[in-house]
Every structure is written in structure tokens, then in C-alpha cells.
């Protein structure tokens, strides 16, 4: 069974399934979440699953992409299988707070042979993206960071990004609490809500909430 760091939302049979017929992670790969899990306990629960880095990975393959964007690293796994499936030729700007924890990840990345494609930017993420160029397109983003920021870094994000660029955003079903009114929910179930309903409404994208995990919207620039 391929291993996976939580069910998220679905029937956990159905997870299992699903996870178990994704492309199993490797070596390395399988190391990096040991590795995460020792290190960082029950905040180890932040990494994705390995079958959504399978995904990933598929994704980057599909839009062939060479230049992407991640907002939010934590220990890297997800970095590893975006970095890997953009070929010796990509660039990933990595963006997150933590010098501690994605200093776990990075011995994983010079093992697969990936560092050398990786610019690890510790800093406020919304510093980074609205520092960026404006006349280098970024081809692929994934954003899964703190949720209050989700609107911000999207902004940031669409106008970098290339036309039919893919901007993938982790957790956007909630543990499904956006089911729930808004009287009864938290800040941060708040602002996975308003970032839904603004990337919903928004009409230079189209994009799908995927229920993989704790949901996964795909968003397409026209």
C-alpha cells in the first residue's frame, strides 16, 4: 500500500483504493516521509499524501511545464515530485517561513538529484510572489499554505501565470466545513470559503474542485 498522510474527505476504502493504484513513491520519496513524520509529529499530518504527489507530478508532466511556483513547502515532498517531473531544465520557486522544517526535505531533494532546480525562498510567501517578474510566466503553481493568504497569493499568482498555466490550491473542501454556515466556522475555514467563491466568480480562469484529499482545486488560466 502506497503510503499517504491522511484520507481527507472521502470514504477511507475509497482513498485506500485510489492511493494504492497511484504511482507508488520511491525510495527517496518514502525516506522524506519517514523522515517528516520522526521529525515533526503530529504537524507531519500538513504534508500531502503521496498519491496527490503522484498528481502532481502527472499535472507537471501534462502542461510541460518548466517554470513553477510553490506556496508552501513544509518538508519538501511535494517540491521533490514538482521538481522531478519538470526535468533537468525547470525552475521551482519555493516559497515558506520555515528555515527548521524544510531543512528536513532538503537532503532528500540534493539526493534526487533536484536541488540545482529548486530556489528555496525563506520569507513571507506574499514578499516573494509579488517580487517575482512579470515577464517571466510562471507555467505551474501549487499553493498550500495558510488559508487566510489563499486570495492574495492567488492575485499574485494569475498575472505571472501563462495562458492555459495550471494553478493547483490543496485543502479546498475543508474536512467539507464548507458545507457548513458561516456563523459556525473559524478563520480559516472562512477563508477557504471566500477564496472558493472568488475563484469561482472569477472569469479570466476555469477551474474544478477535485475531492482528492481535502480537496484540490484545478484552476486554468484563459
Known amino acids: ?98 528555515d527548521e522544517w524544510t531543512s528536513i526535505g532538503r ?14 525562498r525563506i520569507a513571507p510567501a506574499i514578499e516573494t510572489l509579488r517580487a517575482l517578474p512579470t515577464d517571466e510566466h510562471v507555467d505551474f503553481a501549487f499553493v498550500d499554505a495558510d488559508k487566510p493568504g489563499y486570495v492574495d497569493y492567488y492575485e499574485a499568482l494569475l498575472p505571472r501565470l501563462r495562458p492555459n498555466g495550471l494553478l493547483l490550491a490543496d485543502n479546498t473542501l475543508w474536512s467539507a466545513r464548507v458545507l457548513e454556515a458561516d456563523a459556525d466556522l ?6 477557504i470559503k471566500r477564496f472558493n467563491d472568488h475563484v469561482a466568480a472569477d472569469p479570466r480562469v476555469e477551474s474544478y474542485i477535485l475531492p482528492v484529499g481535502d480537496g484540490v482545486t484545478l484552476i486554468r488560466k484563459r
Open 186 to 191: 473559524d478563520d480559516q475555514s472562512l477563508a
Open 1 to 98: 500500500m502506497a503510503p499517504r498522510t491522511h484520507e481527507g474527505i472521502l470514504n477511507p476504502a475509497i482513498a485506500a483504493y485510489i492511493a494504492d493504484h497511484a504511482a507508488a513513491p520511491d525510495d527517496i520519496q518514502r525516506r522524506l516521509i519517514a523522515a517528516t513524520a520522526e521529525r515533526t509529529g503530529r504537524a507531519s499530518g500538513m504534508q500531502i499524501g503521496s498519491d496527490q504527489g503522484a498528481l502532481l507530478e502527472l499535472l507537471v508532466h501534462l502542461t510541460g511545464a518548466r517554470r513553477a511556483v510553490e506556496v508552501g513547502t513544509f518538508t519538501g515532498y511535494s517540491a521533490l515530485c514538482i521538481a522531478r517531473a519538470l526535468g533537468p531544465d525547470g525552475r521551482l520557486t519555493c516559497c515558506d517561513v520555515s
Open 107 to 120: 537532503p532528500f531533494w540534493e539526493e534526487a538529484g533536484v536541488a540545482a532546480r529548486i530556489d528555496l
